[in-house]
């Protein structure tokens, strides 16, 4: 049964067991035995959140410099450490899900299939 957790949970079976550490998976589950390297969660969900957060931010900057106009510097204190709290923050939810939809969909790596005359 195909159940999303936040906390890392294993798709088939739901007990967290899905990460090793902060943001890297684990290679299987250890309750239902689901081999997660058999999923591909590469960069996707890092290069996402970096499109998002950072289109977010960038337009929170130009809204900040054009109401205050401040000094370069507060922009550097202030988006700097929130696109990076932003992006790592929601990079094991992205991970998860990512995870999740591939092994709710059966998604594998694409092939061609060649007709031979």
């Not at 906390?7 to 943001?23: E, K, N």
Request: proline share 6%; hydrophobic share 50%; glycine share 8%.
């Amino acid at each position: 049964m195909y159940r999303l957790s936040i906390t890392g949970g294993c798709p088939r079976c739901a007990a967290p067991t899905l990460f090793a550490g902060m943001l890297s998976f684990a290679p299987k589950c250890s309750n239902c035995g689901l081999d997660f390297t058999q999923f591909n969660v590469d960069d996707g969900p890092a290069a996402f959140l970096t499109f998002g957060v950072g289109t977010i931010i960038t337009i929170l900057a130009i809204i900040v410099e054009l109401a205050y106009e401040p000094e370069w510097w507060v922009h550097v204190v202030l988006w700097l450490p929130l696109t990076i709290i932003a992006v790592i923050g929601s990079l094991r939810i992205a991970k998860v899900t990512l995870l999740a939809l591939e092994y709710r969909n059966s998604a594998r790596e694409g092939r061609q299939r060649i007709d031979r005359p």
